[in-house]
């Protein structure tokens, strides 16, 4: 069974999340503050967060990347900020997705199975025998789901993995914003390109050599991105 640990000092969405999600076989565990959050998510290794940015005790960011020191668990904000640059600082802490409140119910648990299955490893036989992707500066191993840098293991979120692999799998063409968003978060999306500029960022920042003049992850500027060996 996936387990979820929702975030929330609001009482009744706490209790709305945990009947809705109970109701379809999830195990669900709460908190109503940064500090069980994190307590919580070390001792019941949840799959997947739903977290609320206005906590009583700390900032929902601090949780997001005190979450990201050792966990990849897909996150998902739960947020009445609507400003753009609130949510591109919880993409960029390490959020997954973020869900402005007021929220339909279906659209969140869409997006909560979206993450869920961004994050679980590949049960098939279809990544048997796919490539290892060289550069000169990093290694992608598609099938064990890796990246190599300078001899360590490169720790992504299971979403900047997911993005990644679209455009590794796509060398040298040019992958349309449209396409990355819904092959990534799903077909409800299409025109969040903050996104997309955020965890390009982050996958610049873990694996160019110069960032700010990216050799591999090329934008096309008002198209879309491109992947280069």
């Excluded at 809705?20 to 940064?34: F, Q, T």
């Excluded at 753009?84 to 909560?112: C, H, I, N, W």
Aim: hydrophobic letters at 40%; charged letters at 30%; a negative charge.
């Amino acid at each position: 069974m996936t387990r979820v640990l929702v975030v929330d000092d609001e009482p009744a969405i706490v209790r709305a999340l945990v009947i809705n999600l109970k109701a379809r076989s999830y195990e669900v565990d709460s908190a109503h503050d940064g500090a069980e959050a994190l307590r919580l998510a070390a001792a019941r290794h949840p799959d997947v967060v739903l977290l609320d940015l206005g906590l009583p005790d700390m900032d929902g960011v601090e949780v997001i990347r005190g979450l990201r020191g050792w966990t990849r668990v897909p996150i998902l904000v739960l947020s009445a900020r609507h400003a753009s640059d609130e949510k591109v600082q919880a993409l960029d802490a390490g959020a997954d997705d973020y869900v402005t409140k007021p929220f339909g119910m279906d659209e969140l648990l869409a997006r909560l199975r979206a993450a869920v299955r961004r994050a679980e490893p590949s049960g098939e036989n279809g990544d048997e025998g796919a490539p290892v992707v060289e550069t000169d500066g990093f290694t992608v191993d598609l099938a064990a789901k890796k990246v190599h840098r300078d001899g360590r293991d490169v720790r992504l979120t299971p979403t900047e993995w997911h993005l990644l692999e679209v455009l590794v799998r796509n060398v040298g063409r040019l992958v349309a914003q449209k396409q990355l968003l819904q092959e990534v978060w799903g077909p409800s999306y299409g025109t969040e390109t903050n996104y997309l500029r955020v965890y390009m960022a982050q996958l610049r920042r873990k694996l160019e050599a110069d960032p700010s003049h990216p050799k591999h992850f090329i934008t096309e500027p008002g198209m879309g991105y491109r992947f280069e060996r």
